[in-house]
């Protein structure tokens, strides 16, 4: 109940962030490009808790659809980390194969 709570509260945080803005005055994805994406998804990994904040954080100021999906799945509880590579998965229902 407590891990449910605190997801949220990070969800939540990411959420209320404002956008970045770059020097032209428009809106920058702190995700854009495939390499910046996989890398912040990465993140969920760490065992920081200010770093995976950061990547609620970008990937909710993300305009990349797939941070939907991520986020989505942080704050079900189904977004894990395998221990053989440290790849951060998105569970399934059970015979289903991982997404990642």
């Known amino acids: ?47 920081i808790p200010a ?3 950061a990547a609620v954080d970008e990937l909710g100021r993300s305009t990349d659809p797939r941070a939907d999906v991520v986020l989505a799945a942080l704050l079900e509880g189904i977004l894990y980390q395998r221990r053989g590579d440290a790849r951060v998965l998105i569970a399934t229902r059970a015979g289903a194969s991982a997404r990642d």
């Not at 404002?18 to 020097?23: G, I, N, S, T, Y």
């Not at 994805?29 to 760490?46: C, I, Y």
């Open 51 to 53: 770093v995976r904040r």
């Open 1 to 47: 109940m407590l891990r449910a709570v605190l997801l949220i509260a990070l969800l939540l945080a990411g959420f209320g962030a404002a956008p970045r803005v770059d020097a032209a005055g428009a809106a920058s994805d702190p995700v854009s490009g495939s390499a910046a994406f996989e890398a912040t998804v990465a993140q969920f990994g760490s065992g």
